[in-house]
């Protein structure tokens, strides 16, 4: 079965203007006078689009998976469609070898979200040649539902407004939620006081027992970071993600070492290789790779063995659900606990899927259909376009 050709396009639709959502804390945060040229959470008009990459056969099959990201499909584009035009698709292990080594920057960064895209339509054309879900390609299921713990990117950090939502969540069945910090450095002491206020807040709200992890995006040095920390110790969190950029793993130690509130990371980590300075170093109690960019399904759960083997639990970043629920689904509940689900977000990513997948009561049950479980609803779309560069 022979790749025949590799697609990029957008589709279209119209819907009602969104409202922005709450900004949490950038690393450009560090000037305030430094606007961010594409802010996340800003008023979106009156229309959403979404872009996809789809793999064809010669045979007739094709994977698709998305949205992703324009970065992504420029570099499918560019680098790795007619790379991989005539080779065998159900060869996974071998292609994504192949893509690994084949530019000599990109072991990291944009070039290996575009291979970790590539990844996932891959997996999903294997799931629909086997007519099988991906999680049983894998291994599993390993259960017939997933965790997902309450993702509150966007939400208000008004304390009060933020306490009844963190109990409003807790009463919908989720057994855990993670709330962004909006300050850094620069907003100095009163904007460190606002970020405990809005911890204590929602720890008051859902009781002492209850999972309550924070982020910060990469967005403290450590000296801000080590502060906030100790302030956090009462608040008893499950985890504090991102404190600093995570390449700076003698400083993810050192924070470590510093506190025993438990330190997360892995959004912005690519391949094994990478994990594993993170593991030896003793510099995180979890990791959080996200399939869509460190290196798709086949390097997920090659990074889910590492981590178990340092008894490190592996909870991956929730950017476009799917492929994180197979993984999960195909591994120990002991090794991939749960998943993330973005609240505010998931909807829009969805948002062209006939099958749309949340939480019910806090978990969210594994697809039954063959591949990720990605089906295009034309009668959602108003425009299919095709996207070169």
């Known amino acids: 079965m022979k790749i025949r050709d590799i697609l990029v396009f957008e589709l279209t639709a119209a819907r009602e203007p969104q409202p922005g959502r709450e900004l949490q804390s950038l690393p450009l945060g560090m000037y305030p006078d430094v606007e961010h040229p594409d802010p996340p959470n800003k008023p979106t008009p009156g229309r959403i689009s979404a872009m996809y990459v789809e793999v064809q ?21 560019n680098d790795l469609r007619q790379f ?53 390609l894998l291994g599993g299921p390993t259960r017939s539902s997933v965790p997902a713990y309450a993702s509150m990117l966007g939400f208000s950090v008004e304390p009060g407004e933020a306490a009844r939502l963190a109990k409003e969540y807790q009463q919908k069945g989720f057994q855990a939620q993670k709330w962004f910090f909006r300050y850094g450095p620069a907003a100095g002491a009163g904007g460190m006081a606002k970020n405990i206020a809005l911890a ?29 920390l ?51 170093n003793n510099a995180v109690d979890y990791l959080q790779n996200d399939p869509d960019w460190t290196g798709g399904i086949t390097e997920l759960v090659k990074i ?17 659900l799917l492929s994180a629920l197979h993984v999960a689904g195909s591994q120990s509940p002991a ?11 998931q909807p829009n990513k969805q948002f062209f899927h006939k099958t749309q997948f949340a939480p019910e009561n806090g978990s969210i049950k594994l697809p039954g259909a063959s591949g990720l479980g990605i089906e295009l609803d034309d009668a959602k779309i108003d425009s299919r376009q095709a996207i070169s560069f």
């Open 200 to 228: 204590q807040a929602v720890r008051e709200a859902v009781g002492p027992d209850y999972m309550l992890m924070f982020d910060a995006f990469m967005s403290w040095n450590v000296a801000y970071a080590t502060k906030i």
């Open 84 to 136: 991989l035009i005539g080779r065998d698709a159900l060869a996974t292990e071998y292609l994504y070898d192949l893509m690994l080594r084949l530019n000599r920057h990109g072991r990291s960064g944009l070039f290996m979200t575009g291979v970790s895209a590539i990844d996932c339509a891959l997996w999903d054309l294997k799931g629909k040649a086997w007519k099988q879900p991906i999680y049983r």
């Open 335 to 345: 090794a991939v606990p749960m998943v993330e689900f973005l609240i505010n977000h």
């Open 57 to 77: 056969c010669d045979e007739g099959l094709s994977g698709i998976f998305g949205p992703i990201d324009r970065h992504q499909a420029f570099v499918i584009s």
């Open 230 to 280: 100790r302030a956090l110790e009462s608040v008893n969190p499950t985890w504090m993600e991102e404190p600093i950029p995570p390449e700076r793993v003698s400083e993810f130690a050192k924070l470590r070492a510093s506190t025993p509130v438990p330190i997360a990371t892995g959004e912005h980590v690519y391949t094994r290789w990478q994990s594993k300075e993170l593991l030896v």
């Open 304 to 320: 889910c063995s590492l981590a178990s083997a340092f008894e490190v639990p592996v909870i991956a970043h929730g950017h476009s």
